[in-house]
């Protein structure tokens, strides 16, 4: 089984971002109302997240770090079965295959409880610890068993800015939850819940910078069972960024084709202009109209009634546009 937990967190455990979009998503799972992240060595020597969220039972510690379906892969020969598996239910396990990982948590109930894991080692040791209700999960030496991934690792910096993009883009999807990220002992971020507008919009200042907020235009437009709102930058943002561009479908991030070129499609409308748009964009939809796990890592989505979606989002903001249009 340990061999199916490497390969199969080859899949989910690429590199030190995946393993905090991992953790971070645990906690927010959890119910979890602050969440504080410390990383040491971009994440390769340190990752480790504190939340307040509901915690472990003492029973359910062994649990949290096994697998949860037994591994269907037999022979190498299945690998190609794996990529197309979902990996649920298995990311502590898998991150645990190449790391060495602790779990301390409390479920407020009683005092809290600490288990380990480390690579190839099955044996989860459970020993009393003091934590108060939530879970700290830390993860020490990434793919320290695993030399070949380790050679694929990249610099420092790298690793942390990949990590930072990942906890900016689930601030982003949060605001009601507070976020802390700390680099090599020095807290970097700290983003307190923001219950009204102003302070998520000072959110957004804070992670997609001033002058977006500066430029951008608040939006929040709804249509039987489908609703849109965030910022768009107007023309007068005139860095051109790529990378500025969230867009959140029920709540989570994706990335998808038919998004992308229905906001271009109307800020090429409007405003005549090639040049990337930048925006922090919410759509909401019943959840049976979309699916979010088209695969687990990825940022895919599958819509239903994917030419409705495209019409509603591009005649959205081309209305919203087209009323500030110069
Ligand atoms: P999944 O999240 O898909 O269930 P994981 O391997 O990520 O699989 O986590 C296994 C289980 O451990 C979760 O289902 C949850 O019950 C528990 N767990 C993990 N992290 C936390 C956390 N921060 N707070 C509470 N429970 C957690
Ligand atoms: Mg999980």
């Given at each position: 089984p340990r061999l199916a937990n490497q390969i199969a967190a080859g899949e989910v455990v690429e590199r030190p971002a995946s393993v905090i979009k991992e953790l971070l998503e645990n906690s927010l799972?959890?119910?979890?109302r602050n969440l504080q992240v410390d990383l040491e060595q971009g994440g390769v020597k340190l990752m480790r997240v504190r939340d307040d969220g509901s915690?472990?039972?003492k029973q359910d510690l062994p649990l949290a770090l096994s697998r949860h379906a037994t591994s269907k892969i037999v022979h190498l020969d299945d690998l190609e079965a794996v990529a197309s598996l979902g990996f649920r239910g298995e990311a502590l396990a898998s991150i645990s295959s190449v790391a060495r990982l602790s779990l301390i948590s409390?479920?407020?109930a009683e005092h809290a409880w600490q288990a380990r894991a480390e690579g190839r080692d099955m044996e989860t040791e459970i020993s009393p610890a003091a934590h108060p209700q939530g879970t700290t999960v830390e993860v020490r030496d990434l793919f320290f068993n695993t030399p070949a991934r380790r050679k694929f690792l990249r610099t420092e910096r790298t690793e942390y800015t990949r990590i930072e993009e990942v906890v900016?883009?689930?601030?982003?999807?949060?605001?009601?939850?507070?976020f802390g990220l700390r680099h090599n002992g020095r807290q970097i971020h700290s983003w307190r819940p923001a219950q009204s507008v102003p302070e998520q919009e000072r959110r957004v200042a804070q992670i997609c910078g001033p002058e977006f907020m500066k430029n951008a235009l608040a939006i929040d437009i709804e249509r039987v069972g489908l609703r849109i709102w965030g910022w768009v930058a107007l023309p007068a943002f005139s860095r051109s960024q790529a990378d500025l561009q969230h867009f959140y479908v029920n709540g989570r991030a994706i990335r998808d084709k038919l998004v992308?070129?229905?906001v271009r499609q109307a800020f090429q409308d409007v405003l005549?202009?090639?040049?990337?748009p930048a925006f922090v964009l919410y759509l909401e939809l019943d959840p049976a109209?979309?699916?979010?796990?088209v695969h687990p890592t990825k940022h895919e989505v599958r819509f239903r009634d994917g030419r409705n979606?495209?019409?509603?989002?591009?005649?959205?903001l081309h209305h919203a546009l087209a009323e500030v249009r110069p």
């Open positions: 799972d959890a119910g979890s915690g472990i039972d409390s479920t407020g900016k883009r689930l601030a982003l999807s949060r605001f009601d939850v507070g992308s070129h229905a005549h202009h090639s040049r990337h109209s979309v699916d979010v796990n979606v495209h019409s509603f989002i591009f005649s959205s």
